[in-house]
């Protein structure tokens, strides 16, 4: 009865409450997750990026020509397909 005054708890606020925080939780644990994929896709790009930078100078066939827009860059290398370099030339 006290609940209906407002003093004291009842079991349905307390319920409220576990659910808020939990919601909380999970959202920041949500969050770390997306800033470690976003860094890890982040080291690819970077990585992928030199290598293309270093296949431009070395390799014109292994090089792919990409319009200026597309993520800052100009160039991707195309070594990525699997093939060895006698199939390239082919």
């Given at each position: 009865?006290?609940?209906?005054?407002?003093?004291?708890?009842?079991?349905?606020?307390?319920?409220?409450?576990?659910?808020?925080?939990?919601?909380?939780?999970?959202?920041?644990?949500?969050?770390?997750?997306?800033?470690?994929?976003?860094?890890?896709?982040?080291?690819?790009?970077?990585?992928?990026?030199?290598?293309?930078?270093?296949?431009?100078?070395?390799?014109?066939?292994?090089?792919?020509?990409l319009?200026?827009?597309?993520?800052?860059?100009?160039?991707?290398?195309?070594?990525?397909?699997?093939?060895?370099?006698?199939?390239?030339?082919a």
């Amino acid at each position: 009865m006290w609940g209906l005054f407002g003093v004291g708890g009842t079991a349905a606020n307390k319920k409220k409450q576990d659910a808020a925080k939990n919601s909380i939780v999970k959202l920041r644990e949500q969050v770390n997750m997306l800033e470690k994929k976003e860094a890890h896709l982040q080291k690819q790009i970077d990585d992928l990026t030199a290598t293309a930078k270093r296949n431009v100078s070395t390799n014109k066939k292994g090089t792919l020509l990409l319009p200026l827009g597309y993520s800052g860059l100009s160039l991707l290398s195309c070594s990525c397909t699997g093939g060895t370099a006698a199939e390239e030339d082919a």
